[in-house]
């Protein structure tokens, strides 16, 4: 009986450490991607460029083009593109709509995370399930040094949905 009780505790000690080591061996990239999700502070867009792109990339163009709806001007309007132009201008003030959406949307502030699974699409690129509060994020992330569109680590989906899935329900 009794080391039937040591087997379990060893496993669960190799267990444990066994996703201590996972999260230890996350990218830096992917860990200071998370913290923006997770982190009391607000992201700005200039911190979101380095993950996403110049001005946060295609996935906050999706989000702005949202908001100049939102604000009833047509996405080729001059007052949305003035908007969008704007923001970019002064990343460093603006606050990501992406990240900060995401943040919002999936309780993600002051939540513990941790990585679920690896999924290698290429020699450059994963897909990395990480399990932030009670949601699954599924995040890209591409280790080339300079990859074309800028987009380092971004959101795949969230518990299953894309992301523009969210948005056209709202």
Request: aromatic share 8%; with cysteine.
């Amino acid at each position: 009986m009794l080391n039937g009780i040591h087997a379990v505790l060893w496993l669960s000690l190799f267990v444990i450490s066994a996703c201590a080591i996972s999260q230890e061996r996350l990218p830096p990239e992917v860990t200071d991607f998370i913290q923006l999700l997770v982190e009391g502070r607000e992201p700005t867009l200039a911190v979101h460029a380095k993950f996403s792109g110049e001005c946060g990339g295609e996935s906050e163009l999706a989000f702005e083009l949202k908001e100049c709806r939102s604000r009833g001007w047509d996405t080729y309007s001059e007052s949305c593109i003035a908007f969008t132009r704007q923001r970019c201008h002064a990343a460093k003030q603006e606050s990501s709509l992406e990240l900060n959406w995401l943040r919002e949307r999936f309780s993600t502030v002051g939540k513990s995370y941790q990585l679920i699974s690896v999924q290698s699409q290429s020699a450059n690129i994963d897909l990395l399930e990480v399990e932030i509060g009670s949601n699954n994020f599924l995040l890209f992330y591409d280790a080339s040094s300079h990859p074309p569109s800028g987009l380092v680590v971004g959101v795949h989906s969230v518990n299953g949905n894309k992301v523009t899935d969210y948005l056209k329900m709202e």
